[in-house]
T-cell receptor
Framework: DQQVKQNSPSLSVQEGRISILNCDYTNSMFDYFLWYKKYPAEGPTFLISISSIKDKNEDGRFTVFLNKSAKHLSLHIVPSQPGDSAVYFCAASGGGSQGNLIFGKGTKLSVKP | DARVTQTPRHKVTEMGQEVTMRCQPILGHNTVFWYRQTMMQGLELLAYFRNRAPLDDSGMPKDRFSAEMPDATLATLKIQPSEPRDSAVYFC?????????????FGPGTRLTVL
């Protein structure tokens, strides 16, 4: 049973528009959430994180929103750029997971010029 | 610029052969993870270590997989015997647990093909 779910395997967006990637989780004890970006033939790289005591964290074009009551988080990229095309993984930790990170299956974002 | 390194980057082997993948975590990081990426399962946790002690290897098929950290600079993942279903990209990642936050840095991965 997946504890972290990314229900959209892919997303296509026009350059300059907003990209919204979604993630749901089932374990209410998770208290730290992260987004990773992965290009082909490379390892995932850390993008942005949020603690459960916050509902928003912003870093440049990237903003992560956390809705604890809905057990939902989202990553907004605005404006989207072709270089943002990659697979985005949502991850969560805490809740008795002993500090490990549980990842979703990823969403492949394509930003078209 | 500290990085996690993994060797080999690519490995092609025949079913039944032993495969050993190596990882050098970032110096000073106290947690090391092994993940496997497949199309169906995304990033699947296989095992992880904190301060070189194994904390969780429940994601690993115990009969054929083993993970060790003989010292702080080396983590190994071994498959014996390998099977075609083991074909995947295997990532090592290391991190430093700070409070309740943990941001991992991943290596480039080992692409394993078992024929």
């Amino acid at each position: 049973d997946q504890q972290v779910k990314q229900n959209s395997p892919s997303l296509s967006v026009q350059e300059g528009r907003i990209s919204i990637l979604n993630c749901d989780y089932t374990n209410s004890m998770f208290d730290y959430f992260l987004w990773y970006k992965k290009y082909p033939a490379e390892g995932p790289t850390f993008l942005i994180s949020i603690s459960s005591i916050k509902d928003k964290n912003e870093d440049g074009r990237f903003t992560v929103f956390l809705n604890k009551s809905a057990k939902h988080l989202s990553l907004h990229i605005v404006p989207s750029q072709p270089g943002d095309s990659a697979v985005y993984f949502c991850a969560a930790s805490g809740g008795g997971s002993q500090g490990n990170l549980i990842f979703g299956k990823g969403t492949k974002l394509s930003v078209k010029p | 610029d500290a990085r996690v390194t993994q060797t080999p980057r690519h490995k092609v082997t025949e079913m039944g052969q032993e495969v050993t993948m190596r990882c050098q975590p970032i110096l000073g990081h106290n947690t090391v993870f092994w993940y496997r990426q497949t199309m169906m399962q995304g990033l699947e946790l296989l095992a992880y270590f904190r301060n070189r002690a194994p904390l969780d290897d429940s994601g690993m098929p115990k009969d054929r997989f083993s993970a060790e950290m003989p010292d702080a600079t080396l983590a190994t993942l071994k498959i014996q015997p390998s099977e075609p279903r083991d074909s995947a990209v295997y990532f090592c990642a290391s991190g430093l647990v700070i409070g309740r936050g943990l941001a991992l840095q991943f290596g480039p991965g080992t692409r394993l093909t078992v024929l």
